[in-house]
């Protein structure tokens, strides 16, 4: 009876706090968080994306192209909770609630144990990266469920030889695709790569399950790999390649200088150097060592790679499992070494941790929403690791000890996750109000209220504020398409917002307004971020939560230069200063 009140208050107390305060924590709205909403809205209204393309399998969105599977989850909710910050994370943390589930299912599978496998289960809820990811946006932690649901049932029908399951976890496993790239190569890999070593020539259910699965898998993708003939569907990944052939070309350039130079300008040397330092050896050095680090205790449990998801200091998981990830290692290969012991859920565990690492290596980036499949199963192997710990495996003048160590560890363990909680909720998500935009729905709710009495709303100092206007206020999703203006795309091809109505992305600041684009018969509301010279003029300002830091100022441009004339300014002047060499 006791534990029965015990283990229902954890379940409790875990769902609540998944989903408290979503809409506020973290307070502000991320940009493409923005994006995906705006577009869900437009898509649930007028049945076309911001940009006009009647029900698309990928969003244009910033000119990247990513799946738009997200925005069509979002639609649902934003139907009956309207457009708002807790409308577009509830998919995400709906999915995160899922994958609590799975995960528990699984940890069945390694040991049936209740209470133990319930107590991962609360440390895995309360850990950075799934607590984080799971209070905003992101599509891959939808995905991830998807993943794991079409995991678990490729598992079970090797396990049972059930044609069922694997027509299940076929659909299951083609899915996650539709939410993000990186999930199609890892699922590839898991029926494939996952499926040989189990596959033997007397074998013939294992063979109908491997290849039923591999069949519903390509039939669910089919769509998906038509859209992979459209050229524009590689942006993202010619983004991506830009960045790193341009850092590779400067290191390249420079090594090569220093060896030419330290070789006297001799041929043969030159010719060393170019054969050390050229592109291919570069990216095969940097993929090996982003997979190293993917798979490195600092990575999991010291040093955050994706400071919106977990803070600084804070790897995916609390510094605590990390001993219990290194005795899992040990644990798997153990038991995928021994005879006599089954070895089929040690090689799906271990396989699909190390083929999961293959999309941030081949980006050479292990950002965590890159990898949650890899970080996911990093944890399982922690699991294995402590329920190894638990089990009769030891010898014997070391089972004495392992209540009293597991008793212990469990404490420090949940005391850590309860220590980041803490941290996450009080200052993480409230000391970084640039990264959050937390005062985006008060700037762009002010804006909606004044906009009426001016012609021009220019804002400086906030990226994308046409977006974010269009988010927080939910104008007409089929607004003429002369109201709508994009900036040319950049040098990576990303694509923004130059107008939205009235709303005009200037990026200018307030000086060079007043000295080079003022138009005296314009009313015009200015949104800037601080300036010193004019604050006391400002009609409205947010500032951060301590209410010492101003973020934004709002100026009535006419109210501002009858101020400004009767104290005697002089424009003429003033600009002069602001620009002596004219």
Not at 215 to 233: E, K, T, Y
Request: hydrophobic share 45%; charged share 15%; glycine share 6%.
């Amino acid at each position: 009876m006791i534990w029965g009140i015990v283990v229902t208050t954890a379940i409790v107390v875990v769902i609540f706090l998944r989903f408290w305060n979503l809409g506020n924590v973290p307070i502000g709205l991320n940009i493409d968080e923005a994006s995906y909403g705006w577009d869900a809205y437009s898509l649930l209204k007028s049945g076309h994306d911001q940009w006009g393309i009647p029900w698309p399998l990928h969003l244009k969105s910033f000119g990247d192209y990513k799946p738009a599977a997200l925005s069509y989850t979002m639609i649902p909710f934003i139907k009956f909770l309207g457009l708002n910050t807790f409308s577009t994370r509830l998919p995400s943390a709906l999915a995160g609630l899922g994958i609590l589930v799975m995960l528990y299912l699984i940890l069945d599978l390694i040991r049936r144990h209740p209470l133990q496998n319930l107590f991962l289960t609360i440390v895995f809820a309360l850990s950075p990266w799934s607590y984080g990811i799971s209070r905003l946006f992101y599509e891959p932690n939808i995905a991830l469920l998807l993943f794991l649901i079409g995991w678990y049932f490729f598992y079970r029908s090797f396990q049972k030889g059930t044609w069922k399951f694997s027509l299940t976890s076929g659909i299951f496993l083609a899915l996650s695709g539709y939410f993000y790239v990186a999930f199609r190569p890892i699922c590839l890999g898991l029926l494939t790569l996952v499926s040989l070593p189990n596959l033997k020539p007397r074998q013939r259910e294992k063979w109908h399950v491997a290849l039923i699965a591999l069949i519903a898998f390509s039939a669910m993708s089919l769509p998906l790999g038509i859209s992979m003939l459209d050229p524009h569907i590689l942006t993202r990944l010619k983004q991506e390649d830009y960045l790193r052939s341009f850092g590779h070309e400067l290191i390249i350039v420079e090594n090569r200088n220093y060896c030419h130079r330290v070789g006297g300008g001799n041929d043969i040397v030159s010719g060393i150097c170019y054969l050390i330092w050229n592109k291919p050896v570069l990216k095969l050095g940097n993929m090996w060592e982003t997979y190293l680090a993917s798979v490195s205790p600092n990575y999991l449990f010291q040093t955050s790679s994706q400071v919106d998801i977990t803070p600084k200091g804070y790897g995916a998981y609390v510094s605590g499992l990390a001993i219990f990830y290194f005795l899992g290692l040990y644990a798997v290969i153990r038991t995928l070494f021994r005879k006599n012991q089954n070895h089929l859920l040690p090689l799906f565990l271990l396989a699909t941790y190390l083929i999961a690492q293959i999309p941030g290596v081949l980006v050479e980036q292990p950002l965590i929403h890159r990898n949650l499949v890899g970080i996911f199963f990093a944890y399982l192997i922690s699991a294995y690791g402590w329920h190894f710990l638990a089990s009769h495996q030891l010898k014997s003048n070391i089972r004495s000890f392992r209540a009293p160590f597991q008793l212990i560890l469990g404490a420090f363990l949940l005391f850590q996750s309860l220590q980041f909680l803490g941290y996450y909720h009080a200052v993480f998500t409230k000391s970084l109000p640039d990264m959050w935009n937390y005062d985006s729905k008060i700037v762009m709710n002010y804006v909606k209220a004044h906009e009426a009495s001016y012609d021009k709303v220019f804002f400086t100092g906030f990226e994308d504020a046409p977006l974010y206007y269009a988010f927080f206020t939910s104008p007409d999703p089929l607004l003429d398409s002369s109201e709508v203006e994009f900036r040319p795309p950049d040098q990576q091809g990303w694509i923004h917002y130059a107008r939205f109505g009235k709303v005009y992305q200037y990026n200018r600041s307030l000086d060079r307004y007043l000295c080079e684009d003022l138009q005296p018969a314009e009313r015009v509301l200015f949104v800037s971020s601080p300036n010193t010279g004019f604050s006391r003029y400002a009609e409205f300002s947010t500032k951060d939560f301590s209410g010492d830091h101003l973020l934004h100022e709002i100026y009535n441009i006419p109210y501002l230069l009858e101020r400004l004339n009767q104290e005697g300014w002089n424009q003429t002047e003033f600009c002069a200063k602001q620009n002596p060499k004219s």
